[in-house]
């Protein structure tokens, strides 16, 4: 199956700091990948929806100035957590479609969408 | 948002069928069935997608009635390594969104 990657895979920072969070797609392209947050022992909440080349899609609640998106190519994504706070420790994963069918044909909303293996945001 | 149901939790023992039942009372006519796999501290796991009828994969079958209101994954003779958080969810009318229930906690006993 398709690949996903996320980079760190676990990060600790200091209140205050943004951290940056890459999400790559690494053997086909994504015109649209997806940002979650997990907290321990719950499930996955979706955040936003990452459209390259366009602004991203946020989930009612989720605060778009401090997770900034970044979509600019279709293989790249990145979720900047911005003024970190203790609150904000949690593990972010993310997930982009797989176009299937060869390449150059665009996902649609029931290809299989593969998942990062997550990044451990601690904020201390 | 999630609108899919499914038990909280499951125990098995090696070697044995495992059946996950899910419920999809607000599925929309467009929408697939698909079921994804998590082990802790993990990305979730694609495990199966079907629209209707039985499909089957080299790792589950999922049995899906003619009403689509239900949703079974089938796990042949599991293994301790199956022990992970299993997931149903509807897709197709949210644009490829996925809203994740809490998921069915499965443990396999030796």
């Known amino acids: 199956g398709a690949v996903v990657s996320q980079h760190p895979s676990w990060v600790i920072c200091k209140s205050g700091t943004s951290v940056k969070i890459e999400c790559r797609s690494l053997?086909?392209?994504?015109?649209?990948m997806f940002w979650y947050r997990q907290f321990p022992k719950q499930s996955l909440m979706l955040m936003a929806t990452?459209?390259?080349?366009?602004?991203?899609?946020?989930e009612q609640g989720v605060e778009k100035d401090k997770f900034l998106i970044n979509h600019a190519s279709l293989t790249l994504s990145t979720l900047t957590v911005t003024s970190a706070h203790p609150e904000d420790s949690s593990f972010y994963i993310c997930?982009?479609?797989?176009?299937?069918?060869?390449?150059?044909?665009?996902?649609?909303?029931?290809?299989?969408?593969?998942f990062g293996p997550g990044t451990r945001l601690t904020v201390l | 948002l999630a609108k899919t149901t499914q038990p909280i939790s499951m125990d098995s023992y090696e070697g044995q069928e495992v059946n996950i039942t899910c419920s999809h009372n607000?599925?929309?006519?467009?929408?697939?069935i698909t079921w994804y796999q998590q082990f802790p501290s993990q990305g979730p796991r694609f495990i199966i997608q079907g629209y209707k009828t039985k499909v089957t994969n080299e790792v589950a079958s999922l049995f899906i009635p003619a009403d689509r209101k239900s949703s079974t994954l089938s796990l042949p003779r599991v293994s301790l390594s199956d022990t992970a958080v299993y997931y149903c969810?509807?897709?197709?009318?949210?644009?490829?969104?996925?809203?994740f229930g809490r998921g069915t906690q499965l443990t396999v006993w030796p």
């Open positions: 607000n599925i929309a006519t467009n929408d697939y």
């Open positions: 997930s982009a479609h797989g176009a299937g069918g060869g390449r150059g044909r665009l996902a649609g909303p029931t290809d299989t969408q593969y």
């Open positions: 969810l509807d897709r197709g009318s949210t644009l490829g969104r996925l809203y």
């Open positions: 053997d086909f392209q994504a015109t649209t």
């Open positions: 990452s459209n390259e080349g366009s602004k991203a899609t946020y």
